[in-house]
C-alpha cells in the first residue's frame, strides 16, 4: 500500500520514492548493475533496501547515477574525486539551506523586512589577502 508521504498534491509519486529494483535502476541509468553495486562499494550510492535486503532505486538516485557517469566519462574525473565533489555539493547545499533559515530568522526578529544583510566576507579581510581586496 502507497503511502501518502509518498505522493506529491499533483499525485505524481516523489523523487526520493525507492521503488526500482537494480536491474531497472541500471538500464534507466545506462549503465551495468555491477556498476551500481561498484558505486554503493565506494559510498557514491546508498539505495534503500527492502526487509528481504533487496536494493530500491529511487528516481534522485538514478539521476545520481547519470550525474556521476557524467562526471567520470565527459569530465574525465575519478570516482574518489566524483565522491569528493558530490560530498562538497552536499555540504554547499546545506550551508545555503542554513543561510536561508538563518535570514528568515533575522528579518523576523528585525521585524524589518527592508533590514540588509551584510555577507561576512564582505566586511572581513584574512592575512592572505592583498590590501586591494
Do not use: C
Amino acid at each position: 500500500m502507497e503511502r501518502e508521504q509518498d505522493r506529491t498534491r499533483e499525485g505524481e509519486a516523489r523523487p526520493e520514492r525507492a521503488v526500482y529494483i537494480i536491474s531497472v535502476a541500471a538500464e534507466l541509468a545506462g549503465v551495468h548493475p555491477q556498476t551500481l553495486r561498484e558505486y554503493e562499494r565506494r559510498g557514491l550510492l546508498a539505495p534503500k533496501r527492502t526487509s528481504g535486503n533487496t536494493r530500491r532505486y529511487s528516481e534522485r538516485d538514478i539521476e545520481r547515477i547519470r550525474a556521476i557517469q557524467e562526471l567520470t566519462q565527459l569530465g574525465g574525473i575519478s570516482l574518489s574525486g566524483v565522491k569528493l565533489f558530490i560530498e562538497m555539493r552536499e555540504q554547499l547545499e546545506e550551508m545555503q539551506r542554513r543561510a536561508a533559515v538563518l535570514e528568515r530568522e533575522l528579518r523576523r526578529r528585525t521585524g524589518d523586512g527592508a533590514t540588509e544583510i551584510v555577507p561576512m566576507r564582505s566586511v572581513m579581510r584574512f592575512v592572505w589577502q592583498e590590501d586591494g581586496r
